[in-house]
């Protein structure tokens, strides 16, 4: 009974320090490579929780290859800009999802929208640059919360 006890505190011991690794991993990785890692680690997460492989991913996006997927979600590369939708839709993510990884993906475009919005009044709704960039903050906060990633580099 006690040899049972200590064998599964072991084996318990053994799973704790292996999801701290890959944690800190995680955390390393996003240090060098910035909000790409952490983007891919979500669209990650997301695929696994929807209970999806890269091949799904890649077949729903019309993709030959699974490779491009497994560098996305592993941060190697980021998402081309004119497939972000794409993506999105693929790993069911809200539509406000395509903002938030223009933004974080390709900050120089992201720069040019905010400032033809803030230029030209015919494109102006009434809303504010800031608040569409708090709510896409609160969600992709929300996200990263509900798949335990960190928040740090938000």
């Excluded at 890269?54 to 996305?72: A, C, E, V």
């Excluded at 939708?85 to 929208?113: G, N």
């Excluded at 609160?138 to 580099?153: H, T, V, Y």
């Amino acid at each position: 009974m006690i040899a049972k006890i200590t064998k599964e505190r072991i084996e318990e011991s053994k799973s704790q320090e292996k999801k701290r690794k890959k944690d800190e991993k995680l955390q390393e990785s996003i240090e060098k490579r910035g909000n790409i890692s952490l983007i891919g680690e979500l669209l990650k997460r997301q695929r696994e929780f929807l209970d999806l492989s890269q091949k799904d991913i890649s077949n729903i996006l019309d993709y030959q290859y699974m490779n491009f997927i497994s560098m996305i979600e592993n941060g190697a590369c980021k998402i081309p800009l004119n497939r972000i939708p794409d993506i999105a839709k693929a790993y069911s993510l809200p539509p406000e999802f395509t903002m938030i990884l223009t933004k974080e993906l390709h900050p120089e475009t992201w720069a040019v929208i905010c400032a033809i919005k803030e230029n030209n009044k015919a494109f102006n709704s009434g809303i504010a640059i800031e608040d569409i960039e708090k709510n896409m903050n609160a969600i992709f906060k929300g996200k990263l919360k509900e798949f335990r990633l960190p928040m740090s580099s938000v």
